[in-house]
């Protein structure tokens, strides 16, 4: 059975939507994320859960996905509530907010729970998701309580 990978590109907000979206309850190890400053790309690397091979059917299994987040032509990164240097912490990822800012750059940050933040200065919105290798099943799937 040919596994469709997921690839991604997004280039405005309503596309940065559509990637925070499949992003969804996705879990990273805070060792998995990258600010390459020379070359002006920050990467982030995500277990995400599949959520569109759960919604295809019921009979469907819970799956992850290794994949990949590559932010390109970014100025600056900053993070707040993210310990950098303990090798077993984890993030859950919730969502992604986008912003114009004054000098024609955009603020892009990338939200987990625990009020856990990454702010990421850009040129423009140019970003790619790209799934990896094999999923895995899982056994448990993303649970939310709602008000």
Do not use: C
């Amino acid at each position: 059975m040919s596994v469709k990978n997921l690839k991604l590109l997004a280039s405005s907000d309503e596309d940065l939507r559509v990637i925070a979206a499949h992003l969804q309850d996705a879990i990273v190890s805070v060792l998995d994320i990258a600010n390459l400053k020379k070359n002006r790309i920050f990467l982030i690397q995500l277990n995400r859960f599949m959520w569109e091979d759960v919604e295809k059917g019921v009979f469907r299994k819970n799956k992850r996905i290794r994949t990949m987040l590559k932010f390109d032509n970014v100025i600056s990164v900053l993070s707040k509530n993210i310990e950098t240097k303990d090798d077993k912490s984890f993030l859950d990822f919730l969502t992604i907010e986008s912003n114009l800012l004054p000098d024609k750059n955009y603020e892009i940050k990338l939200i987990f729970s625990g009020d856990s933040v990454i702010k990421i200065k850009t040129e423009v919105i140019d970003v790619t998701l790209d799934d990896q290798g094999l999923p895995w099943e899982t056994k448990t799937q993303p649970q939310h309580d709602f008000l």
